[in-house]
Every structure is written in structure tokens, then in C-alpha cells.
């Protein structure tokens, strides 16, 4: 079975610094990845995906990941965070192939510090 | 706005109930898939329908049950309810294209928040 591990609980980070979340997964086959955040009583908004192709993908509101194979790995990054990117962050796999339930990891809470 | 609808917004019952959550999917999307996120458990898949067919089954519990209408909306059904069943349920759609072999990407809902006394 599938599994999302992403080490860090909760991140702090300077408005306008950079930052990197870290999601690590195992899956026997081509791994289908997605990174979510979800804004305080708010529902999952989809930041970007990895399915095929290029490694490096680009999401909304400046974010990107970059899917590392060897490994095991798909951490998301934004170059210069904003007040406004403080919310839980989630990566998850799908196993592809129609059935296609989402294995979550814990989530990271970032916090912004202004 | 995903284009996924939930109703109720929030639920407030009692131990030994019954409830039923709704969720409408995107217009077009096929797909039907229900999560619940708790704070000791995370986020979990519960189940998913295509095009009214049960497809897949996660951690779902024998007290739960769901089923897709022809319309497409959804319906999850949690009955002799427990407070360990306080949570937020997600719905999310998609259009899954099957044959591919491509997960397809999932929209989710605003969520339905169950609080059980």
C-alpha cells in the first residue's frame, strides 16, 4: 500500500524568505502526486500535480515541486513567501488506474512570521 | 469555488444517530469520492463512485455507507453515530478518465463539519 510521510509538523518562515516542504512517498509503481493546502475552515485547493514528463512543475500562487525519483521524493518550494500562504499543507499520492482514493501525509502547517 | 457543492455545512447530533451528508460534483465530473479528516487520523479516503458504481474503498467503517444517483450527486451515510466520528467530510469529484490509466485530478468540496454529542 501506498504512504505519504512529510517530516515537518509545523514550519516557520520570514514574510518574503524562501520556502521548501518536504514530502517523501512510497509506491510500487509510478507514483501520481499532488500538493493541497487548506486555508483555515476552508477545503483543499489543488496547488499542482506530477503525473508524467517534466520533473519540475509549476503550480498556482508561485509555487512548484520538483519529483525526485531516486529520492522517493516531491517537496514543494515558493521562492518568496507571503502573509497570505500561512495555512496546512498536504501532499498526497494516488495509485492511478481508475480507483483513485488519495493517500494523504499529515500535513505541514506553515506559519508566517511577518 | 472548486464547483463541488456539500450540504449541510455543519451537523450537530447525538451518539446512537443517524445523518446523511450530500455532495453534488462538478458539472460533468463522473466521480465521486469521499474523505474524512480528524485530528488523530488525518485525512482518510473513504470511497469512491463512478458513474453510480461503487470503484474503490478506503478506511470506511461498516456503520458508513454511500451511494451515487443517477443525477451523480452523492450521498454518505453515517449511522449509530459515535463521538469518535466527529469530523470534517469531504467530498470530491472528477472526471476519471478510465482506460487511461491516469489518476485524474480530484476538486474537493468545502466539507460538511459533524459534531456528535
Known amino acids: 500500500a501506498q504512504s505519504v510521510t512529510q517530516p515537518d509538523i509545523h514550519i516557520t518562515v520570514s514574510e518574503g524568505a524562501s520556502l521548501e516542504l518536504r514530502c517523501n512517498y512510497s509506491y510500487g509503481a509510478t507514483p501520481y502526486l499532488f500538493w493541497y493546502v487548506q486555508s483555515p475552515g476552508q477545503g483543499l485547493q489543488l496547488l499542482l500535480k506530477?503525473?508524467?514528463?517534466?520533473?519540475l512543475v509549476q503550480g498556482i500562487k508561485g509555487f512548484e515541486a520538483e519529483f525526485k525519483r531516486s529520492q522517493s521524493s516531491f517537496n514543494l518550494r515558493k521562492p518568496s513567501v507571503h502573509w497570505s500562504d500561512a495555512a496546512e499543507y498536504f501532499c498526497?499520492?494516488?495509485?492511478?488506474?481508475?480507483?483513485?482514493?488519495?493517500?494523504f501525509g499529515k500535513g505541514t502547517h506553515l506559519i508566517i512570521q511577518p | 469555488d472548486s464547483g463541488v457543492t456539500q450540504t449541510p455545512k455543519h451537523l450537530i447530533t447525538a451518539t446512537g444517530q443517524r445523518v446523511t451528508l450530500r455532495c453534488s460534483p462538478r458539472s460533468g465530473d463522473l466521480s465521486v469520492y469521499w474523505y474524512q479528516q480528524s485530528l488523530d487520523q488525518g485525512l482518510q479516503f473513504l470511497i469512491q463512485?463512478?458513474?453510480?458504481?461503487?470503484?474503490a474503498k478506503g478506511n470506511i467503517l461498516e456503520r458508513f455507507s454511500a451511494q451515487q444517483f443517477p443525477d451523480l450527486h452523492s450521498e454518505l451515510n453515517l449511522s449509530s453515530l459515535e463521538l469518535g466520528d466527529s469530523a470534517l467530510y469531504f467530498c470530491a469529484s472528477s472526471a476519471n478518465r478510465f482506460g487511461t490509466g491516469v489518476a485524474d485530478t480530484q476538486y474537493f468540496g468545502p466539507g460538511t463539519r459533524l459534531t456528535v454529542l
Open positions: 498526497a499520492v494516488a495509485p492511478g488506474g481508475g480507483a483513485d482514493g488519495l493517500t
Open positions: 463512485y463512478y458513474n453510480g458504481e461503487e470503484r
Open positions: 506530477y503525473f508524467s514528463g517534466d520533473t
